[in-house]
């Protein structure tokens, strides 16, 4: 009797262990899912200082961040010290993290730095594809929708890829790394100038279609004029919002 039974004992281990594989397997496909506890916060932080939600000067503890994510400290403290390295936030151990302000100096940078890529990279997109044309009208009519809407976060997000779709079409790979390296600054800083100038939109609308129609028309050295010009403005708004 004794081995008329073993069969079956044999049976019942295996088929649990596939049911429990196949439960595993349909864990781990949900857990992958949900992005690690540390991205989440990074995400949450850093979306929030770009966005200015959390703006300049603002003491971030850990305890609230920790609530407002659903997570526990030490995913906090490893996302912090990620933004830190970013340049984003400053740790100050057992007060929390310090939101820093955009600089009269990394405005500066990051103006010198768009002139020049851009203004090269404006110049050799000439002639335009017809790729080119129609990526920027679809971009501009895009901005037009969310300024129109109120959504200044997401206009800043659409001006900086309109500009990034000029500087791409250059041809230059390395030029276009070095640009894509600004894209958080520029976010932060459109967004802060957004928010303290909404009638500005009205004008970046009309000088990016200013650009694209020099870009249509063929004429390098007007599109160079009109991006210099739509740049410096930029400078000299942001730097009023130094205080």
């Not at 000439?126 to 895009?142: D, F, G, K, M």
Request: glycine residues 6%; neutral net charge.
């Amino acid at each position: 009797m004794g081995m008329s039974s073993a069969p079956p004992a044999t049976e019942n281990p295996n088929s649990q262990k596939q049911t429990g594989d196949k439960q595993s397997g349909t864990t781990e496909k949900h857990a992958a899912k949900q992005p690690p506890a540390a991205d989440r916060v990074y995400a949450h932080v850093k979306q929030g200082v770009l966005e200015r939600r959390y703006e300049g000067g603002t003491l971030l503890t850990e305890g609230e961040l920790a609530e407002a994510v659903g997570v526990s400290r030490t995913p906090v403290r490893e996302a912090l010290l990620r933004l830190e390295v970013e340049g984003l936030i400053r740790l100050y151990p057992k007060k929390g993290a310090l939101v820093l302000p955009v600089s009269a100096q990394e405005i500066a940078d990051v103006v010198e730095t768009r002139q020049l890529v851009e203004e090269h990279s404006v110049r050799k997109s000439v002639p335009a594809s017809p790729q080119l044309i129609a990526r920027l009208e679809e971009l501009l009519e895009q901005q037009r929708a969310q300024a129109a809407a109120g959504d200044l976060a997401a206009a800043a997000v659409t001006d900086r890829c309109f500009h990034a779709e000029i500087v791409r079409s250059g041809g230059n790979e390395i030029l276009s790394r070095l640009y894509d390296q600004l894209r958080d600054r520029q976010l932060r800083m459109g967004v802060a100038v957004m928010h303290a100038h909404p009638d500005r939109i009205t004008k970046t609308l009309a000088e990016h279609q200013e650009i694209l129609e020099a870009l249509r028309s063929g004429d390098a050295q007007a599109a160079v004029d009109i991006v210099h010009r739509h740049v410096s403005w930029f400078s000299n708004l942001a730097r009023g919002e130094v205080r």
